[in-house]
């Protein structure tokens, strides 16, 4: 048996996954399920956490 | 010009304040209209994002606010816009040499470059950043605005005056400005969402709904819905009466509302089932991201929030995984049947709901829960907390008021000159990008899901 689907993903190559998906416009840099470093400071990403976590979206 | 109510309920909109709201039912009676099925899980990101791209949250890879980055226990990420890596509707337009303007819709912070104008949505940490596309389009919105509001702040707080003004004001507020912008540049596209139903609903649910166990007759905020949706019904007016008379009008919410019953203690009771292993005992409420655990001799974890993310701790998968991949499927669903079986307070069945990702999506990209829980069929919250002290039920969010949940059945109305007209009960959020794709002339997308509704 394998781990199945989901296990057996590797985190995804970002620029694969771009790929013909991608229209013209959007970024393609960076890996976009880590892309909070790039998009906010550490006080920034604490302020939309606090936010979020105020609202009951994060626990 | 699509008007988006974040959180729109059908039951609030279409029936109880449908007599309050006359503009909006003057609108339905000349739509297509009905119940719109969310995403699953239906949650504000990705649903907006969805709805706009017609591709699913597997397909995004984007199951939350907040996804795991990688296989590690601490690597997690905001979904921003960069996480959405196929084209929305505005691209699309763009592509073609048509104007967009986007305004406060989920998934768009960072703003992007487009064929068009767009204002970033609430994940803008502040209006110090850079919220617009152009950049100096954010000079005339907090100008014409007076200091744009991204979001009510302060939402965890008792002060519930000043959030149910933030509330309207902040709704407002959205709808003046989507007045202003709809009226000073060219546009194909308007797509702008309030995220003001949202935050009511959460704030004030158990105050409005009769079905809801804490509501109390005659309490102070018991007509605030009415009032909200009364006010709502009065901008909405106002923005159609700016608009020529043929212009085409989508109203959608991204999920509905319904009562939250309480809390279920999701590590708490992994704890109990002997599947998390806890290094030492914490001292206090603590975030599970914050808790001290013993990953080698946990097999399951899970964060909070609307719904329940589970993880498997999967040896050559995760850093110090114990579940033998062979073993992965046998222990998920042992899981499913534990937390399908699961009963409330009072002993009774709770209706939970474990899926697996792979089950809800074509296609599952980036690191999806192994198993997305409804508790309750979400009229129960996901407690990702630990050291609660209070068992496995809670009836005290501790991270701030909160008495609603979120509903699988958002609103959808479609109105345009020579467009079908009438009662449907069988829309999806994934209709609304090829119907509108197909309004303006532009082909499916390979791999988009949904169908073309008029």
Known sequence: ???????????????????????????????????AEDVYSSAEEAEVAARLTALGYLD | ?????????????????????????????????????????????????????????GELGVYGFRNRTDHSYDGLGFATSRAIRVPRLWDLLGAAGRESVVLGVPGTYPPSPIRGSMVSCFLTPSTD????????????????????????????????????????????????????????????LFAFVDMGPDRLHH????????????????????????????????????????????????????????????GFCLNEWLVRQDLLALAEPPA???PIGKAKIDWSRTLAWGDGGYYGRLFLNVEGREPCGTIPAREYENVRQELVERLEALTDHQGRPMGTRALRPEDLYPEVRGVAPDL???????????????????????FDNDTGPDEANHAEQGVFLLAGDGLPTGQRDDLAIYDVAPTLQSLFGLPGQPGQRGRVLA
């Not at chain 2, 309750?376 to 496995?392: E, F, K, Q, T």
């Open chain 2, 372 to 394: 997305i829980v409804y508790f309750g069929n979400l009229r129960w919250r996901s407690v990702g907390s630990v050291g609660l002290d209070g068992g496995l039920y809670t």
């Open chain 1, 1 to 35: 048996m394998t781990i199945g689907p989901i296990a057996g993903n590797p985190v995804p190559d970002p620029a694969a996954e771009a790929g013909d998906l991608a229209a013209p416009g959007l970024a393609q840099d960076g890996d976009p399920l880590a892309a």
């Open chain 2, 203 to 262: 704030g004030f649910w158990h105050y409005c709904d009769p079905a809801h166990p804490k509501y109390e007759p005659g309490n102070r905020w018991a007509t605030l819905f009415r009032d909200y949706y009364r006010a709502v019904d009065r901008h909405l007016a106002g923005l159609l009466e700016a608009l020529p008379d043929d212009t085409t009008i989508v109203v959608a919410s991204d999920h509905g509302a319904q009562p939250m019953l309480g």
């Open chain 2, 284 to 286: 206090g409420p603590t």
């Open chain 2, 129 to 188: 950043t850079r919220f617009t596309f152009p950049a100096e389009l954010g000079e005339e919105v907090q100008r014409v605005t007076g200091g744009y509001m991204l979001d009510v702040a302060d939402f965890r707080t008792d002060d519930k005056d000043r959030v149910a003004q933030q509330v309207f004001d902040m709704t407002e507020q959205r709808f003046a400005l989507a007045r202003h912008l709809a009226t000073t540049r060219p546009w194909d």
């Open chain 2, 1 to 57: 010009m699509m008007i988006g109510l974040d959180c729109g309920t059908p039951e609030l909109l279409f029936e109880r304040y449908a007599a309050d709201m006359p503009a909006l039912s003057a609108l339905r009676a000349r739509s297509l209209w009905g119940p719109l099925a969310s995403t699953a899980p239906p949650i504000t990101v990705p649903a907006w994002s969805c709805m706009l791209s017609g591709r699913t949250p």
